[in-house]
């Protein structure tokens, strides 16, 4: 079985940023890592190869040289391959142009399963995934929770809004894109990693994969707009609890 999980690479959490003309600027000491959904798609298919020994797993990420890091980490957790696709991170590029460089590089490759995670971190889009299986004329199923293979078919378990979910069973090949579960991610081994140091991922040039015409474009960015302001309490604590408790009859409250 040959599967591809598409990575991410996203700014950590804790980083701060400028706000720029349309774009947002990081600050020093610049930190990042795999997208949180795409490690769970990551250890969904790990965990397809543990039951299923001659898998073959490739992980790919679009991105300027530094995506190399999150390649070698995903290589020590356990993939076999790893794909880089070289792009400039700035202006970002839209879903739409992700979805044709990556299909245009996927096709031909004869890959039975595709995982994404949900969505991405820092965007928060969950348009990728859909737009790949567009292009590749495949099956795709979102906000997967569990999945099993049974020999060319999948019986996936998806959530729903509400709280529901959703069983299916589909042919392969297919794409999914995985919701958080159950299953937490492993971290890689000490042996892995050093033969991720000695690996070269294979370096595709986004300049000669075909792309649709911008469909999108980022018109501007603003901070939030404030739209209530917080009250100090003046005064001892005596004072400030007796102000506190008008305030709460005042609002009913109390």
């Given at each position: 079985?040959?599967?591809?999980?598409?990575?991410?690479?996203?700014?950590?959490?804790?980083?701060?940023?400028?706000?720029?003309?349309?774009?947002?600027?990081?600050?020093?000491?610049?930190?990042?890592?795999?997208?949180?959904?795409?490690?769970?798609?990551?250890?969904?298919?790990?965990?397809?190869?543990?039951?299923?020994?001659?898998?073959?797993?490739?992980?790919?990420?679009?991105?300027?040289?530094?995506?190399?890091d999150v390649l070698r980490r995903a290589l020590g957790m356990g993939a076999d391959r790893a794909v880089h696709i070289l792009a400039p991170d700035q202006p970002p590029p839209r879903p739409a142009t992700l979805a044709a460089w990556i299909a245009?590089?996927?096709?031909?490759?004869?890959?039975?399963?595709?995982?994404?995670?949900?969505?991405?971190?820092?965007?928060?889009?969950?348009?990728?995934?859909?737009?790949?299986?567009?292009?590749?004329?495949?099956?795709?199923?979102?906000?997967?929770?569990?999945?099993?293979?049974?020999?060319?078919?999948?019986?996936?378990?998806?959530?729903?809004?509400?709280?529901?979910?959703?069983?299916?069973?589909?042919?392969l090949p297919a794409l999914l894109t995985v919701q958080s579960g159950p299953n937490q991610p492993r971290y890689p081994t000490l042996s892995n990693l050093l033969r991720a140091k000695k690996t070269t991922p294979l370096t595709v040039d986004a300049?000669?994969?075909?792309?649709?015409?911008?469909?999108?474009?980022?018109?501007?960015?603003?901070?939030?707009?404030?739209?209530?302001?917080?009250?100090?309490?003046?005064?001892?604590?005596?004072?400030?609890?007796?102000?506190?408790?008008?305030?709460?009859?005042?609002?009913?409250?109390?």
């Open positions: 079985m040959r599967i591809l999980v598409c990575i991410k690479q996203v700014w950590e959490p804790e980083s701060l940023f400028d706000l720029q003309g349309t774009e947002l600027r990081p600050r020093p000491p610049l930190r990042r890592k795999v997208g949180s959904y795409d490690e769970l798609a990551l250890e969904e298919a790990l965990r397809l190869k543990d039951r299923l020994p001659r898998t073959n797993l490739t992980v790919l990420s679009v991105g300027p040289p530094p995506v190399v245009a590089w996927a096709q031909g490759q004869n890959f039975d399963l595709i995982l994404t995670g949900v969505m991405s971190e820092d965007a928060m889009q969950g348009a990728v995934g859909p737009m790949l299986a567009a292009h590749l004329g495949w099956p795709p199923v979102t906000s997967v929770v569990s999945l099993k293979v049974d020999g060319h078919a999948l019986a996936v378990e998806r959530e729903m809004e509400g709280g529901r979910r959703q069983r299916l069973a589909l042919p300049a000669g994969l075909a792309a649709p015409p911008d469909r999108e474009k980022v018109v501007a960015l603003t901070p939030p707009e404030k739209r209530r302001a917080g009250l100090v309490l003046e005064g001892s604590a005596a004072q400030k609890a007796e102000r506190l408790l008008a305030m709460l009859r005042e609002r009913a409250l109390l």
